[in-house]
């Protein structure tokens, strides 16, 4: 485990509850990040591709909107990005800047929260892509003998 990581997991710990959003904007934060990469590590979900439309995007949305440019352009750069080695670099930045802002924004352990990160899911894009793909390529691969 990162030291990242571990400053992760002790401020979940601490600012998450055992269901439903957190009560401060750090705590959703937290739960956001502590979201993307769970679903990286532990089923290789990535924000923007296959199931991650559904598990990632959202978190990854809110943290867009709640943090600052530097984590929006961490997300952006990872968006859609299906090769492992330079996804887990991105988290790993990702996870640093989300610690480093909120460092720099200890009120945000104070601030009600009143938002939850699965409110920035969109029904048209969050969805599974992969079965389309399988059912193109499954498509052209046959298309030679009819």
């Known amino acids: 485990m990162t030291k990242a990581e571990k400053r992760i997991e002790d ?11 957190a009560d401060t904007v ?32 959202p978190p990854a949305r809110y943290l867009m909107k709640k943090t600052n440019d ?41 601030t009600n929260n009143d938002e939850d990160m699965w409110d920035y899911y969109d029904k048209y894009e969050d969805v599974d892509d992969y079965e389309d793909e399988d059912e193109e390529y499954f498509d052209e691969e046959y298309d030679d003998y009819e």
Not at 11 to 21: M, N
Not at 26 to 32: K, L, N, Q, S, V
Not at 71 to 97: F, K, P
């Open 11 to 21: 401020l979940f710990e601490e600012l998450v509850p055992t269901s439903g959003k």
């Open 26 to 57: 750090a705590g959703e934060i937290i739960r956001a990040i502590a979201r993307i990469s769970y679903r990286n590590y532990n089923d290789g979900d990535h924000i923007g591709v296959g199931y991650g439309n559904e598990t990632c995007n």
């Open 70 to 110: 530097d984590i929006s352009q961490i997300i952006l750069d990872m968006w859609g990005v299906y090769d492992d080695t330079i996804y887990d670099a991105a988290i790993t930045a990702l996870e640093n800047a989300v610690l480093d802002f909120l460092e720099k924004h200890p009120e945000l352990k104070e």
